[in-house]
C-alpha cells in the first residue's frame, strides 16, 4: 500500500498541519490539529482553499508536497489536541493512503474528523472515523457540470452515527435546496447544518441573522465560522 499523502505545504519543507481550535460544524471550538491534504473533484467558486486544487491559479509545485503517514503521525503527537481534523481540498481522494495514519492514531487514543463533500464514499475508513463533516455543495457553490450530490453516498453517511452535514448557505434559495436535498436523502434534521458563506467578518454578519431564524424553523443547527471571527481569512490557524 502507497503510504505517502499528498498535503498542502505552509512553507517550503512544511506540510500544512498546525493546531488551532475547530472553527464550523458541530465541535466547533474543540482544540484540534488540522492535516490539510490536497486535490479535490469538485471546483467551488468560493473555495478559501483553492491552493490545494486551482492549478490555474497557483503553482502546484511549491502548494503541494509528499509526505509519508509515519511523518505526519509524528508532527500530529507533537502537538497538544487529542483530536485530528483531516481536511482539504477532499480528504477522501486518498482513503486508502489515509488508513494507516488513521489507524496508528486511534491506536493511541486520537479522536478524528473528517470533513469531505459528500461525493465519495468513506471505504476502508468508515470505521476509523469519530466524526465525519459531510459538507454538500449547493448550485449557488458553482460547480457547473460536475456531480456535486450523490443521494446513495449521502445516505451511507447518514448511517455512520458520527455524521453531520453542513451546507454552506449564500441566499435565501439555498436554505430549500439544502431542505430538498436533506430529504432526498434521508439526513436526520438533528445533523443538518447551515453555515454563512463567508470569508470576513463583515460578510458572515449580513446572513448570519436569517440563517439562523431559518434553523430555528426548520430545525436545523446553526454554525458560524469562528477561526474567520478570530483571526480573518489567514491560513494555518
Same mark, same amino acid.
Request: neutral net charge.
Given at each position: ?12 519543507? &512544511? ?5 488551532? @481550535?475547530?472553527?464550523?460544524? #458541530?465541535?466547533? +471550538?474543540?482544540?484540534?490539529? $488540522?492535516?490539510?491534504?490536497? +486535490? ?5 467558486? !468560493? ?13 502546484? #509545485?511549491?502548494? @503541494? ?7 505526519? $503521525? ?8 487529542? *483530536? ?9 481522494? %486518498?482513503?486508502?493512503?489515509? @488508513? ?6 486511534? %491506536? ?11 461525493? @465519495? ?10 466524526? !465525519?463533516?459531510?459538507?454538500? =455543495?449547493? =448550485?449557488? *457553490? +458553482? ?6 450530490? =450523490? ?5 451511507? $453517511? ?7 452535514? =453542513?451546507?454552506?448557505? *449564500? ?6 435546496? #439544502? ?18 458563506? +463567508?470569508?470576513?467578518?463583515? &460578510? ?26 478570530? !483571526? ?6
Amino acid at each position: 500500500m502507497d503510504t505517502r499523502l499528498l498535503l498542502s505545504r505552509m512553507a517550503p519543507g &512544511e506540510p500544512e498541519v498546525f493546531a488551532s @481550535v475547530q472553527g464550523e460544524g #458541530a465541535s466547533a +471550538g474543540e482544540p484540534s490539529t $488540522f492535516v490539510r491534504l490536497a +486535490g479535490c473533484n469538485l471546483r467551488c467558486s !468560493w473555495c478559501d482553499t483553492a491552493y490545494t486544487w486551482d492549478w490555474d491559479h497557483y503553482d502546484r #509545485a511549491t502548494q @503541494v508536497m509528499e509526505l509519508d503517514w509515519r511523518d505526519a $503521525f509524528g508532527r500530529i503527537s507533537a502537538l497538544p489536541p487529542r *483530536s485530528v481534523v483531516i481536511t482539504g481540498g477532499e480528504p477522501l481522494l %486518498q482513503r486508502r493512503q489515509l @488508513v494507516p495514519l488513521a489507524t496508528a492514531l486511534k %491506536q493511541t487514543g486520537f479522536r478524528i474528523e473528517v470533513e469531505t463533500n459528500g461525493t @465519495v464514499r468513506p471505504g476502508p475508513l468508515a470505521a476509523l472515523i469519530d466524526q !465525519w463533516n459531510v459538507s454538500p =455543495k449547493l =448550485k449557488s *457553490s +458553482g460547480n457547473a457540470g460536475l456531480q456535486t450530490i =450523490k443521494p446513495a453516498v449521502l445516505r451511507e $453517511f447518514a448511517g455512520e452515527a458520527g455524521t453531520f452535514f =453542513k451546507f454552506v448557505i *449564500s441566499e435565501p434559495a439555498d436554505v430549500d435546496e #439544502a431542505a430538498a436535498i436533506a430529504g432526498r436523502a434521508g439526513l436526520p434534521t438533528s445533523r443538518v447544518i447551515l453555515m454563512p458563506e +463567508g470569508r470576513t467578518a463583515a &460578510e458572515l454578519g449580513q446572513r448570519s441573522a436569517w440563517i439562523a431564524e431559518e434553523c430555528t424553523r426548520r430545525g436545523y443547527r446553526f454554525s458560524s465560522r469562528l477561526h474567520i471571527l478570530i !483571526w480573518g481569512d489567514r491560513r494555518g490557524v
